[in-house]
């Protein structure tokens, strides 16, 4: 039978099975996509950057997701907001460059001008019944926990924001992250969907056939590996690395870092989940040599052996927090085939390049693993667009979390779709 | 609710809101577009090019409209007619060059050859059965009005052109554009809609602050830019405008010269609006020094200081007409976010580049002014694209022929969809 | 009335035309080049390539097809083999490099490892439920008939195929194709859709006008080409060149290479044609100076003069054999608008490029005919994009053979609908 009939969406969400893959649709078919951005990242929180891009008054970034742009700006007052990046006049793009300093929000084309508020104070010529009140910027919902900036652009924001901001506010503090740098960002386009983007983020069975630098300081164990039956070498191993996460993660308690795991990743429309893991080697951060890069730590901290503290949330961020330095990632998708993932690494703000740490080797873990990633998302992307596809099981001892986000993701949608 | 089902064409025009920039989707959606080439560019009056192009018999210019090619070309009796740019054997495409003199119009595929007329006169090997005078090339209506070319593709094609070519011929003729050379012709691809590229056309409000060129000899006063009541000084200078105008526009008038606006912008096929405008400084021409480009003036002209003969038709073009040189533009759409804008400056044929006219000086200004707009009809189509988007309001002092233009484009919308 | 509804493909089947070319939406819409990859490639046998590339066990290529793709590999039993290239696990592209040779198949992604039988034989960290066996390759259908390799991905592949199969295997067992070698291997893009590639590859009424080089071997009047009524040049050229036919065919068919024409164009699934042409000049091989480009003849041969053994296979190649080398088409649909032809030259495996043949002297032909088809192909796609496109009329003398393609392509559509 040929399928020249439109995409029977609910029935695809309907049809999805716990512990596979997704159906093919759901990585390549414009509707879909289109319905990712409606409701997944049009009306979730999602990560969107960090204040300290925007250490003054009048400092903006630019974030585009699909067709949509919006404008985080620090207002006059110090507050940080996020805006829709269209003239309220005829539409055009307010912004255009990608970050910058501004004293008012100027549209280049017909001059109308607005406070970092949103506030329309100047449209020349619009005649005695134009009302500027009507017509200031469409305002975006923006949050800033720990000084991780998340955004929604729904008219009414998902409330349990609330519990990563609880959850997360105290495990941050000491990093001070509002008072970091950024001293690098780099662009990566993924040549696949975004969702591959974050399967491939949420396993690390991939890792030990692919990721030779980052497992210099990544434990496999970390992340919900799980030795098979019969492997006694990996056993022992796995059983030697959680009795070292046990004694750690107390020390860290007891020393006021909070570290157990917190897992909130479905049945919520703000998933996330965050945990203090145990680095290898040296211990200190996700450099070749597992020794901290930057020798200025974060926050006031006095002790680079912090572990890795990890932060995952949906739809579409990663961290990694460490005592030198912090590395955050944010998916956004371009279209069905493409994601673009934005890296930034946050030292402390008084560090010095060339002086305090080495650019080079503050990046290299995550650069070189990056590109790794981008290349297997590509080849899943490849594989997905074949009509002998079919959804495939995922690991029940090392994929679970990949499971858990594609059970989120298709409640979400279920959810939405009613 | 979510908007999967298709575009609901005949809603989205009965909602179009006067005075304000139309919806979304008539700037960016492909079905629009389509709708866009089969009623607008496939039944109205185009205006594709200028007879200069074409001197001699077998000259011949290609013009693609969309997927649609069509070849205008000068007959062996003199006379300019455009077919459609396709054999009617298989298909293929007839003339590839965008330009030439050919004695025949041959098929490169099997030789079919076609006489200038469109009369199919020879194809070997089609068998006793095969009738050469069913397969002549496909026509295209095509008018010459004082030397500039519109074609329209459709099989009736709107008689109110005459209404056009009564107004326009007497206001031509003294230019001879006919006997007129194509002193430059330049091809520049904006990144919007066309629409979004007449809507930019027809009004001035963007002109002060974005074309320091062109704003040397054209007075924003001229096209419908009205001060604010409390602009006192503004006021002033509108005055001292219309002043100038009423005189200099009798002075023409009595010297034969017909100079006062024409409109007729709506409630018609056949959109367009004409009128003689002073110019600033020297008031001869749009160049920088607002002194004529072109020693050797137009047709048998002796007087530069005739102003600035504006013409504008809908769907698609505008020209300047002064006392040295032409410029005529026209625009095609490309795809829903591409237009092509093809601008043409005009002298005397025996005007010798170097001599009587430098070329650079002579295309400065629009050119110049082609870049600055097709940047703010990029910046206009970008935000288009963003779904917090809405139609915007027109000024009512300064953009009511971008009102106008509007409102013509969706009468004829609705006239052909009934 | 606008065509704003969704293709009607039936409607359009019911209404092609005998004895003209196609309906625009054939060679340009997305719905029916979907079609055309479902029904056509997906259920018909298709020419991939030659067993001449995988001499060895563990030889692989890939082939792609749409956004299929296969992987053609080698056994460690000698057998040949065809496999969806797409890993059962999370659906990843196995193989990805064009060609190769391997021990496993190994997925990159996890590391999941399969057989050259396509068994799934490692798969670590799945848990004690997991199957293997249940996660093989899918399998693709192949037959390997006188060393050309076809496949089909139906479930059920056309029986017919063991008709081709009688008559190919005689023919080309002097040739000894399976110990030939692949001398060079090009891949050019056409810019236009499949059937335009191969319509053009079934009719030399364009030869004449476009194909100098091949010119010198080939005679037109060898492939469908009627002289018209009043050509008496012709009509004796034509005669001669029949009567050399007769008797080189009478030869050869005593010689026991069977020479002449078979013909199973429509009114089956896999549609063929084959015959034994006499080449012009010297006779022996389609090069510039029509003599045998590789001194080492293939198989045991000891005759350069054989002429060139045509054969075409419907949907997607073209093949001449002759005493000195052979030539291999292979037409991939690539989008709507754009197909792959794959050309590769076979010599007999112990000749020795520099010694034995020049591969430029080797090639040249068809490298130039394929661009002049290439650019042709690309003509015929320009101009079906017009509205003003209409079917015209095939040549009864000269284009009766892509005549037959059309109605064999609009059969197997008729097939498969219902």
């Known amino acids: 039978?040929?399928?020249?009939?439109?995409?029977?969406?609910?029935?695809?969400?309907?049809?999805?099975?716990?512990?596979?893959?997704?159906?093919?649709?759901?990585?390549?078919?414009?509707?879909?996509?289109?319905?990712?951005?409606?409701?997944?990242?049009?009306?979730?929180?999602?990560?969107?950057?960090?204040?300290?891009?925007?250490?003054?008054?009048?400092d903006y970034t630019r974030?585009?997701?699909?067709?949509?742009?919006?404008?985080?700006?620090?207002?006059?007052?110090?507050?940080?907001?996020?805006?829709?990046?269209?003239?309220?006049?005829?539409?055009?793009?307010?912004?255009?460059?990608?970050?910058?300093?501004?004293?008012?929000?100027?549209?280049?084309?017909?001059?109308?001008?607005?406070?970092?508020?949103?506030?329309?104070?100047?449209?020349?010529?619009?005649?005695?019944?134009?009302?500027?009140?009507?017509?200031?910027?469409?305002?975006?919902?923006?949050?800033?926990?720990?000084?991780?900036?998340?955004?929604?652009?729904?008219?009414?924001?998902?409330?349990?924001?609330?519990?990563?901001?609880?959850?997360?506010?105290?495990?941050?503090?000491?990093?001070?992250?509002?008072?970091?740098?950024?001293?690098?960002?780099?662009?990566l386009v993924e040549e696949g969907n975004w969702k591959l983007t974050m399967e491939n983020n949420r396993e690390c069975y991939h890792c030990a056939g692919n990721h030779p630098e980052l497992g210099q300081s990544f434990n496999k164990y970390a992340v919900g590996f799980v030795p098979d039956a019969d492997d006694h070498a990996g056993q022992a191993e796995a059983a030697a690395y959680e009795a070292q996460v046990t004694a750690q993660v107390a020390d860290w308690e007891a020393r006021g870092f909070p570290s157990v795991a917190v897992e909130h990743l479905s049945g919520r429309a703000t998933g996330f989940r965050t945990e203090r893991i145990v680095l290898d080697g040296a211990g200190e951060s996700q450099t070749l040599d597992t020794k901290a890069a930057c020798r200025k730590l974060l926050g006031g901290l006095t002790d680079a052996k912090l572990g890795g503290l990890h932060l995952w949330t949906q739809p579409n961020s990663w961290h990694h927090f460490m005592g030198d330095h912090a590395v955050t990632f944010c998916a956004i998708p371009l279209d069905p085939e493409h994601t673009l993932v934005r890296t930034r690494w946050l030292v402390h703000k008084d560090a010095v390049e060339g002086v305090d740490y080495d650019l080079d080797r503050l990046t290299e873990v995550w650069n070189a693993t990056n590109a790794q990633d981008a290349a297997l998302v590509e080849l899943a992307q490849q594989g997905v667009r074949s009509p002998a596809y079919e959804p495939g099981p995922y690991s029940p001892l090392t994929e679970g979390l990949v499971d858990q986000f594609a059970t989120w993701y298709v409640e979400r949608l279920r959810a939405h779709l009613g």
């Open 1 to 58: 039978m040929l399928s020249r009939a439109p995409l029977d969406i609910p029935r695809l969400i309907a049809e999805r099975r716990p512990g596979y893959s997704l159906a093919a649709p759901f990585y390549r078919a414009r509707e879909i996509f289109d319905l990712d951005l409606e409701v997944i990242f049009g009306r979730h929180w999602i990560f969107a950057g960090v204040e300290a891009e925007l250490p003054e008054p009048g």
């Open 63 to 187: 974030l585009d997701i699909g067709h949509l742009s919006i404008v985080i700006v620090r207002g006059d007052d110090g507050a940080v907001r996020a805006f829709h990046n269209v003239c309220r006049h005829r539409g055009a793009r307010l912004v255009t460059q990608e970050a910058g300093c501004v004293g008012k929000l100027v549209c280049p084309y017909h001059q109308w001008t607005y406070e970092l508020t949103g506030e329309l104070i100047h449209a020349s010529h619009m005649g005695e019944d134009f009302d500027p009140s009507c017509h200031g910027l469409k305002p975006v919902h923006l949050r800033s926990i720990g000084g991780l900036i998340f955004v929604c652009m729904a008219a009414e924001a998902p409330a349990d924001i609330d519990d990563l901001a609880a959850v997360l506010e105290p495990r941050l503090a000491p990093f001070d992250l509002r008072n970091a740098k950024v001293a690098k960002q780099v662009d």
